[in-house]
């Protein structure tokens, strides 16, 4: 009978470390899918800046997101490039 018991309490214990292992890495992937949802939001934030300054600079004005500029810019020709990838290739 002992040896029952005991062969029950080793099975529970190897149960319990199990579930610390299955709450551990159920925790790391929960901090995982926040961090790439971030990463999507700080890409798509950047996407629309990028393409929000082509456009400030093909309309001849500086982006908004940076409030420590006021200074007039002359417009300038864009490439098609640039508003396909959103990059400032000035002309």
């Not at 040896?3 to 029950?8: E, F, G, P, Q, T």
Request: aromatic share 8%.
């Amino acid at each position: 009978m002992r040896s029952r018991l005991d062969s029950v309490e080793r099975r529970y214990h190897e149960l319990l470390e199990l579930t610390e292992l299955r709450k551990q890495r159920l925790l790391d992937a929960l901090a995982l899918y926040k961090l790439y949802n971030d990463a999507d939001g700080v890409e798509q934030w950047i996407a629309e800046k990028a393409r929000s300054s082509v456009t400030s600079v093909f309309l001849g004005r500086l982006p908004n997101f940076c409030p420590c500029v006021r200074t007039s810019v002359r417009p300038q020709k864009v490439s098609s490039i640039s508003m396909k990838f959103g990059i400032q290739v000035v002309l």
